[in-house]
C-alpha cells in the first residue's frame, strides 16, 4: 500500500468516529431537553366541599395516581363555578366542572379531557307539599346553593327562564349535607341539589319519607333551551324498593361532568388523567350504561389534542408496558431522536464529500492565481522586468506554506509548491 493510499484510507476512517461524536452530542442535548421537559411529580386538583361528590372523586384519582408515582394536591372548593375560577388563574392544573358554565373566553386557556358522568339536578321538597309543581318553590325558604356552585349558577338560570326567580320566598345559600339536613328538619321547604346519584345525601333524601322528589316538568323544553342538559330518569323504588321509593319514575334534568385542564398541563400527565378517569367512571350507573363514560364530549371546551386521540386509539403504546415515567421518557426521547437521526444520516453522507470540496477549493485558488501569472508572462514576453512577478510569485508561495490542509489532500499542496518553483524557475531564465 503506497503512503497516498494510507493517508487517504486514515482520512476516510476518521468518518465514523466524528459521526459518533457529533451524533452523541446530539443525544446529550436531546437528554437534556428531555429533563427540563419531564411531566411534574406534583398537581393541584380543584374538587368541591369536602364530603361532596367532586371531593369523594377526587381521592379516587389521588389514590391511583399516587400509584403512578404524581401527587395530586385536592383543592376544596365551593363546586364547579369556583373550580373554573381556580383554573383561569393556574391556581390548579385540574378540576371537575359541569357543561354550561364556561365561556369561549375560557378556551383560550382550558381544554377538556371529555365528559365524566351525569350531575342531575335534584329538586326536593317537604312530602307535605306534594302536587303543588313548580309552585312547590313559591313564597318558600329554598337551598339553591352555596356561592361558587354550580348548583347556583343553574338553580337561578332555571327559575329565571321559568319566570319565578322573584317569587321565591328566600333563596339560602346551603351545602347538599346542610341543605338535607333542614329538609328533613322542616326548617326549610325546598332544596335544589346538583350532585351525583352516588352521593350519601341523595340516597338519605331519596328513602326518607319526609321527603319527596319532584320531577321537572317540561324537561325536554330545557334540553331544547339548554343543550349542554340532558334528560334522565329517576326508576321508581330506586332509592329503598322496599318502601317503593319514589312511588313513581321522576324525570329531572342533567349536565354533565367535564374534566378541565389548563392548556400548559403536560401532555403525559393528561394521558394519565384519561386513565384514571377510565377506571374512575366507566362502571355502569343509574342514569349510564358501562363504559359510556370518560366520553369524548366537547360541551363547553374544546378537547385537547391528546384527549382526541386518547379516544381514538387508547394512551400510548409505551405506557402499556414500562412505568409511568419510563414511558414518558422513552416516548419524548424516540420523538426527538428520529428527527435527530433522520437529519444526521445524510448529513454524514454529505460532510465527507463537502469536506473534500472545502480543501480541494483552498488550493484550486491559489492554482488560479499561478495560471494568470502564467498567462501574464506569456504576454508580457522575454526580456521584460520580472522583478514585481517574482514578488508575488514568492507571496503566492507563502500562503501555500501557511496553507492547513488534511493528510489526505497534502500531494495536492506539494504539486502546487513543485509547480511555484517551476514557474519561479521560468522566469528567472525570462
Do not use: C
Not at 335544589?192 to 321537572?216: G, K, N, Q, Y
Not at 401532555?267 to 386513565?275: G, K
Not at 360541551?299 to 409511568?324: M, T, V
Amino acid at each position: 500500500m503506497t503512503d497516498q493510499t494510507t493517508e487517504r484510507h486514515l482520512e476516510r476512517s476518521r468518518w465514523p468516529l466524528f459521526a459518533m461524536v457529533v451524533t452523541g452530542v446530539a443525544i446529550l442535548a436531546a437528554v437534556v431537553v428531555l429533563v427540563w421537559t419531564l411531566p411534574p411529580r406534583t398537581i393541584m386538583m380543584a374538587t368541591g366541599a369536602e364530603g361532596g361528590a367532586y371531593h369523594e372523586i377526587g381521592k379516587q384519582y389521588r389514590d391511583i395516581l399516587a400509584r403512578a408515582g404524581v401527587e395530586l394536591r385536592l383543592v376544596s372548593t365551593g363546586g364547579a363555578t369556583e373550580n373554573l375560577a381556580l383554573l383561569r388563574d393556574k391556581r390548579v392544573s385540574v378540576g371537575l366542572v359541569q357543561g354550561g358554565i364556561a365561556g369561549e373566553q375560557d378556551a383560550s386557556q382550558l381544554e377538556s379531557l371529555g365528559t365524566v358522568f351525569y350531575e342531575p339536578l335534584w329538586l326536593f321538597h317537604r312530602s307535605e307539599l306534594r302536587g303543588l309543581g313548580l309552585d312547590v318553590l313559591r313564597g318558600r325558604k329554598v337551598s339553591v346553593g352555596p356561592e361558587g356552585s354550580g348548583t347556583r349558577t343553574l338553580s337561578l338560570e332555571l327559575l329565571r327562564r321559568i319566570g319565578i326567580d322573584r317569587q321565591v320566598g328566600e333563596l339560602l345559600a346551603l351545602t347538599p349535607q346542610a341543605a338535607g339536613d333542614k329538609l328533613i328538619a322542616g326548617e326549610i321547604d325546598t332544596a335544589l341539589m346538583l350532585i351525583s346519584w352516588d352521593s350519601p345525601v341523595i340516597r338519605r333524601l331519596l328513602a326518607d319519607e319526609r321527603v319527596e322528589l319532584a320531577s321537572f316538568p317540561f324537561a325536554d323544553a330545557y334540553v331544547a333551551f339548554y343543550p349542554f342538559l340532558s334528560k334522565v330518569v329517576v326508576p321508581a323504588g330506586v332509592g329503598d324498593l322496599a318502601k317503593g321509593r319514589p312511588p313513581s319514575d321522576v324525570t329531572l334534568v342533567a349536565p354533565k361532568a367535564s374534566l378541565i385542564v389548563r392548556k400548559d398541563l403536560h401532555s403525559a400527565i393528561q394521558y394519565l388523567l384519561l386513565n384514571t378517569a377510565v377506571q374512575v367512571h366507566s362502571g355502569a350507573g343509574i342514569f349510564q350504561r358501562a363504559g359510556q363514560f370518560p366520553a369524548a364530549e366537547a360541551i363547553d371546551l374544546p378537547l385537547s389534542g391528546e384527549a382526541l386521540q386518547f379516544y381514538k386509539s387508547g394512551r400510548p403504546f409505551l405506557q402499556n408496558y414500562l412505568p409511568f415515567w419510563a414511558a414518558s421518557l422513552a416516548g419524548r426521547l424516540l420523538i426527538l431522536l428520529i428527527p435527530i437521526i433522520g437529519i444526521l444520516y445524510p448529513l454524514m453522507r454529505f460532510l465527507p464529500a463537502l469536506y473534500g470540496w472545502a480543501m480541494r477549493s483552498k488550493i484550486s485558488r491559489l492554482y488560479g492565481e499561478l495560471r494568470l501569472m502564467e498567462a501574464e508572462m506569456e504576454t508580457r514576453g522575454a526580456g521584460r522586468d520580472t522583478g514585481d512577478m517574482l514578488a508575488r510569485l514568492d507571496r503566492l508561495e507563502q500562503r501555500a506554506n501557511h496553507l492547513r490542509v488534511s493528510l489526505g489532500y497534502a500531494n495536492m499542496l506539494y504539486m502546487l509548491r513543485a509547480h511555484i518553483a517551476l514557474v519561479r524557475e521560468r522566469l528567472k531564465g525570462a
